[in-house]
Antibody
Framework: EVQLVESGGGLVQPGGSLRLSCAAS????????MSWVRQAPGKGLEWVSV???????YYADSVKGRFTISRDNSKNTLYLQMNSLRAEDTAVYYC????????WGQGTLVTVSS | DIQMTQSPSSLSASVGDRVTITCRAS??????LGWYQQKPGKAPKRLIY???SLQSGVPSRFSGSGSGTEFTLTISSLQPEDFATYYC?????????FGPGTKVDIK
């Protein structure tokens, strides 16, 4: 059974950093595209980043230069390193398998506030 | 960036109604479009991929059509569990962009 479980969210001050994790089971992360999508409170969905099976990465302009997507093949886990966090980064962050997510995690809430 | 619009932004319908949601892209995206259902406090769930292919396990009352710039999601007979918000997503070019969503609630 395919499962994705995010962790690492929490409250962080503006300018701070946080690393999100997405532990996968039932499939191999490194053999798939893997994405991060976020949703600000009461708002719609926003694509954040993707990592290809070959290792190429892409980012939304809103996070480029501040966020880094990566994976640990030995742990079958996807990561999102978030630096220089801003209030507008406050959202539930979802990881998803593939570019357009046939499977999604339950999400982890990131709150950026002083 | 490709802009996605959805209409209507919300609708009220009754169980058994036929419901159609439209998604339009600001430029042609072939059939590189998916539809997602999201219930409050839950992760999105993919219903349709490649504009018209039904995700495994999704009831056949859901269908998608379209190509290029105009797409539709149809629910042939609305069920109580279908009350949710629906989003389209284009992945033809970077960045992938979602539509603003259509909220379907009970009349």
């Amino acid at each position: 059974e395919v499962q994705l479980v995010e962790s690492g969210g929490g409250l962080v001050q503006p300018g701070g950093s946080l690393r999100l994790s997405c532990a996968a089971s039932g499939f191999t992360v490194s053999s798939n595209y893997m994405s991060w999508v976020r949703q600000a409170p009461g708002k719609g969905l926003e694509w954040v980043s993707v990592i290809y099976s070959g290792g190429s990465t892409y980012y939304a302009d809103s996070v480029k230069g501040r966020f880094t997507i990566s994976r640990d093949n030995s742990k079958n886990t996807l990561y999102l390193q978030m630096n220089s966090l801003r209030a507008e980064d406050t959202a539930v962050y979802y990881c998803a398998r593939g570019m357009i997510g046939d499977y999604w995690g339950q999400g982890t809430l990131v709150t950026v506030s002083s | 960036d490709i802009q996605m619009t959805q209409s209507p932004s919300s609708l009220s319908a009754s169980v058994g109604d036929r419901v159609t949601i439209t998604c339009r892209a600001s430029q042609g995206i072939r059939n590189d479009l998916g539809w997602y259902q999201q219930k409050p406090g839950k992760a999105p769930k993919r219903l349709i991929y490649a504009a018209s292919s039904l995700q495994s396990g999704v009831p056949s009352r859901f269908s998608g059509s379209g190509s290029g710039t105009e797409f539709t999601l149809t629910i042939s007979s609305l069920q109580p569990e279908d009350f949710a918000t629906y989003y389209c997503l284009q992945h033809n070019s970077y960045p992938p962009t979602f539509g603003p969503g259509t909220k379907v609630d009970i009349k």
